[in-house]
């Protein structure tokens, strides 16, 4: 839980409390760009970077939370910045109207149990028996945007901007604890462990300036072998620290098969374990492959695919590559580029798919409304969209099958039955066109053979299927629909006429209780002549 209560004070962190005895004073000249910060005992030099981290506006201009560098220093408790806009007035102005923001983390047992009646929610527990648990002040921190991974049976997660925390099983009766021994990074944007020497990795960490902590969205820190709550870069240990060299920002990491990756805004960069003194060796390997968010990124039997701002991409063995999509038009056309931070990896292991979640045009709360995903066993990695609504998704586990949450807080377990919770599961897809004749020649067809599977390998052959055939003369056409027709495992075939050159097929079910699949539909068909 994060608190924040006004105090005299300033940032803690890494364990350590930096308290003054007044908060910032910002002087400004009319006209001028160049601010005067009064600080008790401030303690800078000239070249020094300031970090203010509650932004203030006055006379004209913002001091931002931001870092600034100190251009003079006049004594001991004044020194002078340059901001970017000129000030319109002359005077004074505090920092956060005089008031200092202290943000703190506090540890909180899980909540007491026992509650009686008349004592805590109405008609739970026994009457009067129990104890009243004792309210708690300040703000939750949400579960917005977290990364998480395991070191060995232990749990480390970080929500995005904030502390790392870690949660032992073997701990007893609490939550998860923050890291804040000496060098821990209190503020980063994810984390994941290196499992080529169990290091813990932070990125878009944050370094301790002259005054408070300055995000740096490129700098990768990491602990040292064996031991997260080291992060104090020795000849001792082999924590350290690097920034990547390009871009704008680290969006997304991820360790794997004997390297981990990192994703900026641009690229793909190996992080590779080289021993000490350097311990990491940092090499760009995918110019122009960059991550549209943290948690659009996967692995699937053996390669990483992930989404970026405009392509799909993978990494294998022969290095890292575009994968071409047949439905680009229908993500990248139609994705909301305002919540691209809010795109989802959708992996499902035992169907071979890599898959997103991600929030369309029609999505004006940002929340992923809508999926895309690809097979990689099949030939010619067949890809299929449509509308599904879920914030968050995980593959199969010790759990069982993927898991997914809408945001209104409904878990699904997937893949797991053929209805939709006692009632007929409504299926429905159409697959693209395909030619029935080549350059100008027309062609009849007058006869369909249906190829399904039509039941599990135990299960009852009792599915009833719709097909739709929409023929058109020209790519663009309106489509001519013929259909629908009811086929059962007892249909050997189906009449029809009709005459085009290119045709689609809408394939419909909402039968309770049955399994079908696709196979490969054939169909009789006879030249027609030109036109």
């Not at 308290?19 to 005067?36: E, H, L, M, R, W």
Request: aromatic residues 12%; proline residues 5%.
């Amino acid at each position: 839980m994060t608190m924040s209560k006004n105090a005299a004070g300033a940032g803690v962190g890494n364990g350590d409390a930096i308290i003054f005895s007044s908060v910032p004073v910002f002087s400004t000249t009319n006209g001028s760009s160049n601010v005067t910060v009064e600080l008790q005992n401030h303690g800078v030099s000239v070249g020094d970077t300031v970090v203010f981290g509650i932004a203030t506006t006055g006379n004209g201009i913002t001091i931002a939370a931001a870092n600034y560098i100190v251009t003079s220093v006049t004594n001991s408790h004044n020194f002078s910045i340059t901001v970017s806009a000129q000030a319109t007035a002359s005077g004074s102005f505090a920092m956060n109207n005089g008031n200092a923001e202290l943000v703190y983390s506090i540890t909180l047992g899980p909540p007491a149990a026992g509650t009686g009646f008349g004592l805590g929610g109405f008609g739970s527990g026994g009457f009067g028996t129990g104890v009243v648990p004792s309210s708690q002040t300040g703000t939750e921190i949400t579960a917005t945007d977290w990364t998480e991974d395991n070191w060995g049976e232990i749990l480390a997660a970080c929500p995005y901007g904030g502390l790392i925390y870690y949660w032992d099983p073997t701990g007893g009766f609490s939550n998860a604890q923050p890291i804040t021994t000496s060098g821990a990074p209190p503020l980063n944007s994810g984390i994941f462990v290196s499992m080529s020497q169990q290091i813990l990795v932070a990125y878009g960490s944050s370094i301790h300036q002259k005054i408070g902590y300055q995000r740096q969205p490129l700098l990768v820190q990491w602990s040292d072998v064996q031991n997260f709550l080291e992060w104090n870069a020795t000849a001792a240990t082999q924590a350290g620290n690097f920034y990547i060299p390009i871009g704008s920002q680290i969006v997304a990491g991820m360790a794997v098969a004997n390297q981990n990756l990192l994703w900026t805004d641009l690229d793909l960069w190996a992080m590779s374990y080289i021993g000490p003194p350097e311990t990491f060796g940092f090499n760009q390997i995918g110019a122009g492959m960059g991550a549209v968010s943290s948690h659009a990124v996967q692995k699937l039997r053996g390669s990483v695919f992930w989404m970026g701002r405009t392509n799909f991409y993978s990494y294998t063995g022969a290095g890292a590559a575009v994968i071409p999509c047949p439905v680009w038009d229908a993500v990248f056309q139609n994705i909301n580029t305002s919540y691209l931070q809010n795109v989802r990896a959708m992996p499902n292991t035992p169907f071979n798919e890599c898959g997103w979640l991600y929030p369309s045009t029609a999505s004006s709360s940002g929340e992923c409304d809508s999926y895309v995903k690809m097979n990689i066993t099949e030939p010619g990695a067949p890809w299929d969209y449509g509308p599904l609504q879920r914030s968050a998704w995980i593959d199969q586990s010790i759990l069982g099958m993927p898991i997914g949450a809408q945001s209104n807080g409904t878990i699904y377990l997937h893949e797991t039955g053929n209805d939709a919770d006692g009632n007929p599961l409504v299926s429905s897809f159409t697959t693209g066109y395909f030619y029935l004749g080549e350059g100008e020649e027309f062609v009849v067809v007058d006869q369909i053979i249906p190829d399904f599977k039509w039941s599990t390998f135990t299960g009852s052959t009792s599915a009833q299927i719709s097909l739709t055939f929409n023929v058109v003369n020209y790519p663009g056409d309106t489509p001519i629909q013929y259909g629908p027709y009811t086929v059962s495992q007892l249909t050997e075939y189906i009449f029809v006429r009709f005459r085009g050159r290119l045709m689609s097929i809408t394939v419909q079910s909402s039968d309770l209780g049955s399994f079908w699949r696709l196979g490969s539909c054939k169909y009789r068909y006879a030249p027609a002549g030109r036109r």
